[in-house]
């Protein structure tokens, strides 16, 4: 289970987090929301102890420190892959450094994706450096998989085929945490849902209960940002009202 | 240890192509000032490495500095997106600038024995095609110039122990300097006192044969700047 409590984040002056408590045990799929800006990649970032933080983040009950980290992997739109390798050194390395490695989970996901094996990551079009970015993630064979906007500039099928597998091939003690503007897309296959605004945790909920409640994620979203649907209305009114 | 090896590959993949660039630069400088010495001014061997004119000296002193800043540019594999999965490694921060010292050891050992080789070439290119060609007594006349040629002679001090371990520990100095520059522009904190380290260089190539004193200062002197960053890099420094 990876615990955050109280956790801040200050960035030149700037409160990126606000006193952030969170859980996450094993075995669920999370989707993390939030404007630009809200405070996603930081939170994530602290997490993997990339960023210094205030608050206490464990990790199955222990700080995260470089004994424990390989439990975590991170698949990120910023690419976290060596450029200058190719898939094939990839799996090399990755082989070496972590034991948890799964091959098969590779290979399979390689040829699903139809990726070139010796071909330099760098020359990878966009899009699949993203999928080979999420591939490298889902294979490490950590227990935490965090995502940061992975799919950012794949197209809809491409997708729509991700979620697929993710689905198919997460085993139970795998937990993700999935930060996304595609708040319709995952909605499906997500579990739980944590929306954060300017730092702020503003919403927490399993999609169980929303289905119980009658309400889609959309609208529960809508309602812990306080969105104003009139407020386009005011504004395309006010643009195009003649004095 | 394939694990450390790996490590190491990825820090050489990020430069390795920019030293073999520069080692190219430093032959294709140093051919033509040979050419333009011996082939169109006639200048003559001796004078050529003896006067300083040719400036051998400047082009190996401008690699010098691109090397250094390859090494410290490209050196970091904790900067940069990739940092992420570095960062996520069991392998130590001080392991891994370990291995960043020892790459960058084998630069300078790669410079040194490149320039040595192209001197060498330049030499026996000259005694075997130039004014002295055929003469029995050219081998000698080039071992000379190691000893005649401050230049020269600190590159290959010949059997002038005192100068080979200025030398060697010139190569350590420069090396940890370099990983450690790479660590300080990655907490972006100020490096400008590593200079000292650098410049001290121009003192190994402004030896005379038997700077006995001078040896001893720039010894003495390189050894407590390897103190003083070891001691910051590896004690006293967290990791990351």
Known sequence: MIELKNVSKTYRGKRALKNVNLTLPRGEIVGLFGENGAGKTTLMKCILNLHPYNGEITLDGEPISRKNIVKLSFGTSEHSFFPNLTPRSHKEFYKEHFDTFSEKRFDGLMEFFNLPAYRAVKNFSTGQKNQFEVILALSQGADYILLDEPFAGNDVFNREDFYKVLLGILEPHETVLLSTHLIEEVSDFIGRAVLIRQGEIVGDVYMSDLEDQGMDLMTYIKSAYQYKADRIIQALTNMTDEE | ?240
């Not at chain 2, 240890?1 to 993949?13: G, H, R």
């Open chain 2, 1 to 240: 240890m394939k694990k450390y090896l790996s490590v190491f590959a990825l820090i050489a993949q990020n430069s390795i192509y920019r030293i073999f660039g520069l080692l190219l630069l430093l032959a294709a400088a140093d051919g033509v000032l040979a050419w333009y010495w011996l082939a169109v001014k006639h200048y003559g061997i001796q004078n050529m490495f003896h006067s300083g004119n040719a400036r051998f000296g400047l082009v190996l002193a401008i690699v010098f500095v691109l090397m250094a800043a390859v090494q410290i540019r490209c050196g970091d594999i904790y900067s940069g997106t990739s940092g992420y999965t570095v960062r996520r490694l069991a392998i130590s921060e001080k392991a891994v600038l370990l291995l960043q010292i020892l790459y960058n050891m084998l630069c300078w050992i790669i410079l040194w024995g490149v320039q040595v080789l192209i001197i060498f070439v330049i030499c026996k290119l000259y005694y075997r095609f130039g004014e002295y060609a055929g003469d029995p007594l050219s081998e000698q006349q080039m071992f000379l110039l190691f000893y005649i040629s401050p230049l020269l002679h600190s590159l290959l001090p010949m059997e002038e122990t005192l100068a080979w371990i200025a030398n060697l520990v010139m190569i350590a100095e420069l090396s940890i300097s370099s990983a450690y520059w790479t660590v300080r522009r990655r907490e972006k904190s100020s490096a400008a006192d590593l200079l000292i380290g650098y410049w001290t260089v121009v003192l190994i190539f402004r030896r005379e044969l038997g700077s006995y004193i001078l040896n001893v200062i720039i010894i003495g002197g390189f050894l407590i700047i390897i103190a003083i960053d070891c001691w910051r890099m590896f004690f006293r420094k967290k990791e990351v």
